[in-house]
């Protein structure tokens, strides 16, 4: 069973900066394309980004486009999520995802195998 841990969630002011880490238990060369959700309260789970191969092969929601970037250390088994300009509205439990879904990076919810357990993002206006 592939393990995701998140970390780097936090309090930060809007217009602030953080920078989340999704650490898995085996190569995340193996692991195809990975990607981060969020959920807010009483919203839906909703796509954040992902990355397939490399930095050329990356997906984002509108409303963070320009904002977050994703990226993948393979070599330390790592996912990151850089978080600038943050919002209030960006507030909300973000998720690791992978597995599942081959090199081919996809918004679809249900379509990612394994899942961390989330880090709180705290925006504060």
């Known amino acids: 069973q592939v393990q995701l841990v998140e970390s780097g969630g936090g309090l930060v002011q809007a217009g602030g900066s953080l920078r989340l880490s999704c650490a898995a238990s085996?190569?995340?060369?193996?692991?195809?394309?990975v990607a981060w959700f969020r959920q807010a309260p009483g919203k839906e789970r909703e796509f954040v980004a992902a990355i397939g191969w490399n930095a050329g092969d990356t997906g984002y929601a509108d409303s963070v486009r320009g904002r977050f970037t994703i990226s993948r250390d393979n070599a330390k088994n790592t996912v990151n999520l850089q978080m600038n300009s943050l919002k209030p509205d960006d507030t909300a439990v973000y998720y690791c995802?992978?597995?599942?879904?081959?090199?081919?990076?996809?918004?679809?919810?249900?379509?990612?195998?394994?899942w961390g357990q989330g880090t709180q993002v705290t925006v504060s206006s």
């Open positions: 995802a992978a597995g599942g879904v081959g090199w081919t990076i996809t918004a679809a919810r249900g379509a990612y195998a394994y």
């Open positions: 085996e190569r995340t060369i193996t692991l195809g394309a």
